[in-house]
């Protein structure tokens, strides 16, 4: 099933990212996360794709694994890093051998070690021609990645809103933002998509805060910010990592609150392979 028609049901989309595992044991934990969670009905998850492909096997047999013998919806991250067009063309084949309806195309990141993103020979080096690339061969449904505090690497906001609405009238069906922590972001970026005609779903990215070391190099990377009062609380009980989850899952519980009350389609957990923290959240919320 595409997730642009789950989108359209009457009631909130709740789905959950997951990551390939390095080892069995990985695995082993991921699918007792998964287990934990289905009792929740996502509306679909998402597996990502590793920094240059990394995990290119690893993702395309997860996520048919989790359609196939668990019965989930599934989505696969595919980036445009290290592969040409013909892998790229490869891989799509294989996802779609797995009987998967839905990827969310991205440019990604730089290799491990490397600063900056360097296009592929024959490949693509942004995610619009990415998205065109895959609706010439596929009938995909393409969600494509949204930045409420704006990409690292825009000049501007405006700049970072245009290139989103391209990804869109290629072909994207809808958004998913990178993780925020202030719901002003959020609603600021849909009102100011809305203004330059673009319409399609954007679905909220939330992680729970359930380590403070962690979740400020994941912030410096993406450029997301951390409220002033909530990096407060958090830093006083900064050696109580017991606090620090339970103020992240409070935080992330009025934060999914609030948005799904002002008419957001729901919620994309960034589970981090865990199950606690998207789980506390989810009781309060259904």
């Known amino acids: 099933m595409k997730i642009i028609d789950v989108l359209k049901q009457d009631k909130p989309a709740f789905s959950f990212e997951f990551f390939p595992p390095n080892d069995n044991d990985g695995f082993d934990k991921l699918f007792e996360t998964i287990d934990n969670l289905k009792p929740l009905n996502p509306a679909f998850v998402s597996v990502t794709y590793g920094a240059g492909g990394s995990t290119r096997s690893k993702t395309i047999g997860l996520v048919g694994r989790i359609k196939k013998e668990i019965g989930l919806e599934s989505m696969a991250h595919l980036t445009c890093v290290g592969h040409n067009s013909d892998e790229i063309l490869n891989v799509l084949g294989d996802i779609k051998k797995q009987n998967v309806d839905n990827v969310l195309a991205l440019r990604g990141d730089p290799p491990a070690g490397e600063t900056n993103f360097t296009k592929p020979n024959n490949g693509f080096g942004y995610a619009v021609e990415l998205v065109q690339f895959i609706c010439e061969h596929f009938s995909f449904c393409i969600g494509v990645a949204g930045y409420p505090e704006g990409h690292p690497e825009s000049s501007n906001r405006e700049e970072d809103l245009f290139h989103l609405k391209k990804k869109v009238l290629a072909g994207a069906s809808f958004i998913v933002t990178q993780l925020f922590f202030d719901n002003k972001y959020y609603f600021d970026f849909v009102t100011s998509l809305r203004k330059i005609g673009v319409d399609v779903p954007v679905i909220p990215g939330i992680m729970p805060i359930v380590n403070l070391k962690q979740i400020k190099r994941f912030t410096k ?60 959240v989810l009781e309060r919320l259904v």
Do not use: W
């Open 221 to 280: 990377m993406c450029g997301a910010t951390i409220p002033h009062d909530l990096m407060v609380r958090l830093e006083e009980v900064q050696d109580d990592p017991e606090s620090v989850c339970q103020i992240g899952i409070d935080h992330a519980a009025n934060q999914c609150r609030k948005l799904l009350m002002q008419g957001a389609p729901g919620i994309h957990f960034y589970t981090l392979n865990r199950s606690r923290a998207t789980l506390s």
